[in-house]
């Protein structure tokens, strides 16, 4: 099984860093014209930056998943490798009472947080879908936002 994020988190964030981008090009471009003083930033900065924005949309609407086999449970990306948990260390999963941060824990046997990630990406549904086939229980789901609930906080 592999929950990909919510729908606005797949479209909403690439657009908002395309946004950003087209208006960097725009600055880079202007600048360029205009040959401006040499204290100031040079032309090339806001195009780099551009491309740098642009990067990350296509990498993290891409590449953000969580997977789960028979044995493993997988989350990515991570900059310096993937994230693996043996499928029996989770125990259960619980959605955090912060509207602000809204982190959702996934919990060991004993009680401790064996890792976080951000409930607004991937959803109630697409937790909840997780917490089924991994067998585990879902405290706390009311908690669990997702950009469609904005507006009707409980």
């Known amino acids: 099984m592999t929950p990909f994020p919510t729908r606005t988190y797949r ?84 959605g955090s009472s912060s509207p602000l941060t809204n982190r959702t824990v996934f919990l060991r046997p004993d009680g401790s947080t064996l890792w976080s990630t951000a409930g607004l990406v991937w959803g109630r549904a697409g937790l909840q879908s997780l917490a089924d086939y991994l067998g585990v229980p879902l405290d706390r789901a009311k908690s669990i936002r997702s950009y469609w609930d904005f507006g009707r906080w409980s």
């Open 11 to 94: 479209w909403a964030y690439p657009v908002f860093f395309v946004a950003l981008a087209i208006g960097g090009l725009w600055i880079a471009i202007r600048d360029l014209i205009h040959w401006l003083q040499p204290d100031s930033v040079p032309w090339w900065f806001p195009l780099v930056f551009t491309v740098l924005l642009t990067g990350a949309a296509i990498m993290f609407n891409r590449a953000l998943y969580i997977r789960v086999d028979d044995s493993t449970v997988t989350f990515a990306p991570n900059l310096l490798g993937r994230r693996v948990f043996a499928r029996r260390e989770i125990a259960g999963i619980r």
